[in-house]
């Protein structure tokens, strides 16, 4: 069963229920239509409060100038702005990231009579960005303090000491601690024990 519905019936069911940000605004920057979703982030009740008003009664002066500007831009140019990242405050002081489009608005005739936007909330997969380059940063970190030992190595084979690269020879503990995170407890195994110590050996073993 098809229904004949106006193009207005689906403009308005998307409007109504996307949760993007859609805006259309003239050439000086002043809304002449918003949908649920921008109204709720401007702190109005319903879309209608916002029409005729501009960015700079919703936002920082600083950051409604560059809208404006980007705005501008596009009606000047007729090129689109698009996937635009940009953290906005709005007047209750939330912070959201949007990745923002933006193209020129024609009527009937070809003429540009203002712009039109599309705003999607990014802040969850930035938060997610931070927290994946933090944790980069702190694997960064913790690997440059770690030593590993790796290649060749020159060892005697009579007294055991290893050679470094400039040639000395050091005991095999003391190499190792140098090239490495490890650290070394001193006892003495069966065999040396029986050795340097016969008596504390066979007492030890036997007593």
């Known amino acids: 069963m098809s229904h004949n519905f106006s193009n207005q019936f689906y403009v308005e069911a998307l409007m109504e229920n996307i949760p993007d940000n859609i805006y259309f605004k003239d050439l000086h920057g002043k809304f002449v239509k918003v949908n649920k979703s921008q109204s709720k982030f401007l702190?109005?009740?319903?879309?209608?409060?916002?029409?005729?008003?501009?960015?700079?009664?919703?936002?920082?002066?600083?950051?409604?100038?560059k809208a404006y500007q980007d705005e501008q831009r596009i009606i000047e140019t007729g090129e689109p702005l698009l996937y635009k990242e940009e953290l906005i405050t709005n007047k209750k002081n939330v912070s959201k990231w949007f990745s923002v489009t933006k193209a020129p608005l024609k009527d009937a005739s070809g003429g540009t009579i203002g712009t039109f936007g599309l705003s999607r909330d990014i802040t969850?997969?930035?938060?997610?960005?931070?927290?994946?380059?933090?944790?980069?940063?702190?694997l960064?970190?913790?690997l440059n303090h770690v030593k590993t030992l790796q290649g060749l190595i020159p060892i005697c084979s009579h007294c055991k000491k290893i050679r470094d690269d400039d040639g000395y020879w050091h005991e095999v503990e003391v190499y190792i601690r140098d090239h490495s995170t490890v650290e070394f407890s001193h006892g003495l195994c069966e065999s040396c024990l029986r050795d340097l110590y016969p008596n504390f050996y066979t007492k030890k073993r036997y007593g």
């Open 140 to 142: 960064s970190e913790a």
């Open 43 to 65: 702190g109005l009740k319903t879309p209608e409060e916002a029409i005729g008003k501009t960015d700079f009664d919703f936002f920082k002066p600083e950051q409604a100038q």
């Open 124 to 138: 969850r997969n930035k938060e997610l960005e931070n927290e994946r380059e933090a944790l980069i940063t702190q």
